[in-house]
């Protein structure tokens, strides 16, 4: 592991200083897409920095032992690139491993054109009633620390997972 010196601390703090002016001064501020992109970036960005912040004090929540195969958590995915999925998300736990858990993010949008990777999902039990998408290509593991506790913690049936399972196997992801 690569020692940091307190000089790198420094230029790199100095160094994202610059580029996030540089952000700021190349968003078109007439441009509603253009600030929303910005100002999503910088509140992640402050999310993000409060959360490693936390981190070396970060206690998994008592209501983490809850959370198993078939629970569906909201997570913060935070600010992503191009296609890359991100915001705040339900997500179906697959699995968890210590203070972390694959999840598969839920989407209302159904695919324009439905792939084997994708899963219909009729009924998120404790959540609102309304059909739901997942594209298996889209599994991550993230840390328990992305899981808003505060918000309702749903599931889905055996049968669902089932079908997850298929859309793995049939696209040979794994």
């Known amino acids: 592991m690569k020692v940091v010196s307190e000089k790198e601390v420094i230029d790199s703090k100095e160094a994202l200083k610059c ?8 968003t078109d501020l007439e ?20 959360i490693i912040i936390n981190e070396k004090n970060y206690v998994c929540d008592e209501k ?14 935070g600010f992503n690139i191009g296609n890359e999925f991100g915001g705040r998300h339900p997500a179906i736990v697959l699995r968890k491993t210590g203070n972390s ?17 994708h899963v219909k999902i009729d009924k998120v039990y404790n ?3 309304m059909v739901r998408w997942v594209n298996i290509l889209k599994i991550q593991n993230v840390s328990l620390q992305r899981v808003d506790f505060d918000a309702s913690i749903g ?14 196997k049939i696209s040979h992801i794994f």
């Not at 441009?31 to 409060?50: E, F, Q, V």
């Open 155 to 168: 599931n889905v049936k055996g049968k669902v997972l089932d079908s997850i399972n298929d859309a793995i």
């Open 101 to 117: 858990i694959f999840v598969i993010p839920l989407s209302s949008k159904e695919p324009e054109e439905k792939k084997p990777y």
């Open 31 to 50: 441009d509603i897409d253009d600030r929303k992109r910005t100002s999503n970036y910088y509140s992640w960005l402050n999310k993000k920095t409060t």
């Open 127 to 129: 959540f609102k009633n």
């Open 64 to 77: 983490s032992k809850y959370i198993k195969r078939g629970s569906v958590v909201w997570i913060e995915f």
């Open 19 to 26: 580029t996030l002016e540089q952000l700021y001064s190349k």
